[in-house]
């Protein structure tokens, strides 16, 4: 679709678009969150001739009254755009199953030195499980959501591909989802950009039209990350070392504050003998409590060439038929918003693979998913386990 089509034109392809995705008239089930993505899905689904029916979870409880995060705002907002669009609305309380299913291991993960992405278990767990099985108690057809992605058919089977606005794509959160989930969801503003949903909003008279994105942690919101970590996982001080050595050059706070590649917090001032030039976290001792660090952003110990990973999963169920390609087909996401990197996946088995790349890439980081695309094509993921960094 060309960025440039104006708002008639906009209109007329997006309504084909959906009313192309399922019979209209049909009962979809939308997430609104009070932002903006989310209420122009249920705006496009409106006008395309579904049953709309909004729905707005609410997954934390604890400091909600805080500054950080008072989901009380987002239900204003939701409710505000529900009732713009003359849709039904209701709110459903999934604190219990997110604490559960997504925080516990969260601070599992955290506890153990990894870096988990709470993002993708929440898409997992949470929007595409315990909504879509609420939504199905409301004799839903569909579900919807404000991700940038988007879902088609493809002999037999259902594919999950990159959102057309490429700054922001969200296949790499979604790559868990199964093929019994996408077969249920709609994804009405994955082929837009960011500026024309922000013009269909604004057309509209949506409320929310100029809402700030959301950022931070699913559901928890955006806070000073170590202080709200603190509060579940006290402070464990060690050393901070150069990597090789065994010179001490700083004190930590705690192992799980820290993730690699990361620069800011770590408070070390001029070291004698060392050039003028930023510090990275390199790797973690967990058995020692030490935190290695190195100079450089292109430092070599910040650079793998391969990684293992576990708990795959297969957006089709299995692999694809013709695997492996001996040459750099496939690309893959160790981070989100990270550009493609040409891989080859040395091994599949019930551990997990071993993925290798053409070029060496920066800061993998265990806990993080490494996520497979052929082409606009998202095949799946797995959670990194470790990396081979080019200088051991």
Known sequence: MPVDAGPSTLLVITTDFLTNSMSSSQRVIVGLSGGVDSAVSALLLKRAGYEVIGLFMK????????????????????????????????????????RERVFAEFLREYQA?????????????????SFLDHAMTLGAEKIATGHYAQVREFQGKFQLLKGEDGNKDQSYFLHRLNQAQ????????????????????????????????????????????????ARYLPKQPGEIRILGTQRNIGQHDGLMYYTLGQREGLRIGGVKGAPEEPWFVA????????????????????????LTAAQLSWVAGKEPHDWPHTHWVYAAKTRYRQPDAACQVERIDTSGCEVVFAAP????????????????????????????????
Request: net charge negative.
């Open 59 to 98: 997954n934390w409880e604890d400091d909600d009254n805080e500054e950080y995060c008072s989901s009380r705002q987002d239900l204003i907002d939701a409710a505000a755009v529900a009732d713009v669009l003359g849709i039904d609305f209701e709110a459903v309380n999934f604190s219990e199953e997110y």
């Open 113 to 129: 030195g990894r870096t988990p992405n709470p993002d993708v278990l929440c898409n997992s767990e949470i929007k595409f499980r």
């Open 182 to 229: 996408l077969s249920r969801t709609l994804f009405p503003i994955g082929h837009l950009y960011k500026r024309e949903v922000r013009r269909l909003a604004e057309e509209a008279g949506l409320p929310n039209h100029a809402r700030k994105d959301s950022t931070g942690i699913c559901f928890i919101g955006e806070r000073p990350f170590r202080e709200f970590l």
């Open 283 to 306: 790797s973690k001792d967990m058995a020692s409590n030490v935190l290695y660090v190195v100079q450089g952003h292109e430092h070599p110990a910040l650079l793998s060439q391969s």
């Open 361 to 392: 890439q920066w800061a993998v980081t265990p806990g993080q998913s490494v996520v497979l695309y052929e082409s606009k094509v998202c095949l799946g993921g797995a959670v990194i386990e470790a990396a081979s960094p080019v200088l051991s």
